[in-house]
């Protein structure tokens, strides 16, 4: 029998990669007793609901000195930090927003208010961990994130340190889609790179003043939310991005529709208000102009978010969800009617093992097939059970890697 985790079995990961590789800081990680408190009081927070919903909140082990006063609800009497107070008090906040503080309070553990962290966009993304610019936390903040039952991510300020999920333990790695050497990062890097200004048609990287990273990882963090919405309904489904057109012999597309903005360019007006806000100056005579630009970014980072649930929503419907490079909806309810050749094989590329592709089901095996008729496709298949694989031909071999959002 496998051995399943528990969060007593995260000390041991936490104190092995805690400070970063190369740091002469000390490190201001909680001594044990304070940690396992932590943790347990988190882990048991997610076994629970309120009115069946899911409990879902960022703990932070950090002082209020440590923090911006604006940014800050404090509570007039600190309550005890228990699994009960944590549910009680998930439903105010937005995941990865508005965080619980918690701290020493003579002796013991309390919860003493509430404080907002970044933009409600900026801070979402587990694959591209791009940090935030505004109201960053202090470097050495612990923060815990229930994602759901069970489920934990343990961060140093703004980089993940370790993860508990199904059981299992979780130490951070380089994310296949950010890895521009490999396949899944060479394709979306490409993609970025062709990204084009509606007016003029000039390259976006050339013409626009942003840093390639910064784009590249907000293109990213959107396909991300596509899937972890997806994940999250539990229905499943599958999105399929295309960066050149397939015709209707490869996709049949059972809805169609018109007019609808690529994604892209939220993607890229998202960008140049991250740089209005970074350029803005910080001096009390300016902090209207600042005002503005944080504005900006919520504005933006709001429009994003609305194209990115109107697209995760359209998986629910029988049959894939078709992308084109711009993130622009090519059709949905969409159906890839070419075979697979008999006795076709995917191999996992994180492991090397290769399977046959009949060993997998019908939401698998579409993906597969248009996968394996076009070398410039990538599919994501989002299974009930939550597993999400990428899969993509390479070099004429069908791959896949599982555990996308992992």
């Known amino acids: 029998m496998a051995e399943y985790a528990f969060p007593a079995q995260l000390l041991e990961e936490l104190h092995a990669h805690w400070r970063p590789p190369h740091s002469s800081t000390s490190s201001a990680l909680p001594d044990d007793l304070t940690l396992l408190r932590l943790l ?14 899911a409990t879902r909140c960022v703990l932070a082990y950090v002082s209020t000195d440590s923090l911006s006063n604006r940014s800050l609800l404090r ?62 936390l202090p470097d050495d903040c ?115 529709v018109i007019g609808h903005a690529a994604l892209a360019d939220d993607i890229l007006n998202h960008c140049r208000a991250l740089r209005g806000l970074q350029a803005a100056p910080i001096d009390p005579s300016s ?16 429009s994003l978010i609305r194209g990115v649930n109107r697209v995760s929503l359209l ?16 059709g949905f309810g969409v159906r890839f009617p070419v075979l697979l050749p008999p006795d076709t094989t995917i191999l996992d590329a994180l492991t090397g093992i290769e399977y046959p592709c009949d060993e997998w089901g019908l939401r698998h095996q579409s993906v597969f097939s248009v996968c394996q008729k076009c070398d410039e496709a990538v599919g994501f298949v989002i299974s009930q059970d ?3 694989k990428a899969v993509k031909s390479v070099q004429g071999r069908l791959h896949f890697w599982d555990g996308i959002l992992d």
């Open 142 to 256: 612990l923060t815990i994130t229930i994602e759901g039952p069970g489920a934990l991510s343990v961060a140093r300020g703004e980089k993940e340190v370790v993860r508990l999920r199904d059981g299992k333990i979780i130490a951070p790695h380089k994310h296949p889609l950010r890895q521009m050497d490999k396949p899944l990062g060479t394709f979306f890097e490409t993609l970025v790179k062709g990204l084009k200004e509606p007016e003029t048609g000039d390259a976006i990287i050339s013409s626009f003043k942003v840093e390639r990273e910064q784009l590249l990882d907000i293109y990213m963090m959107a396909i991300a939310r596509i899937l972890e919405r997806i994940r999250s309904e539990r229905h499943g489904g599958s999105v399929v991005i295309s960066a050149s057109p397939l015709s209707r012999r490869v996709a049949y597309r059972t809805y169609t």
């Open 315 to 330: 998986a629910a419907i029988d049959g894939a969800v078709l992308l084109d490079g711009k993130l622009r909806i090519e």
């Open 287 to 302: 902090e209207a102009e600042r005002f503005r630009a944080e504005a900006a970014v919520r504005q933006s980072s709001q």
């Open 386 to 388: 939550g597993s999400v």
């Open 40 to 53: 347990e009081t988190c882990y048991h927070a997610s076994l629970r609901t309120a009115e069946l919903r």
């Open 75 to 136: 509570f007039e009497h600190p309550a005890i930090l228990t699994a009960s107070e944590l549910v009680r008090l998930a439903p105010v906040t937005e995941l990865h927003r508005t965080l619980i503080g918690c701290h020493h309070f003579g002796g013991m553990l309390k919860i003493w208010g509430l404080f907002e962290h970044g933009q409600a966009w900026q801070t979402v993304d587990s694959i591209s961990g791009t940090t935030t610019r505004e109201e960053d």
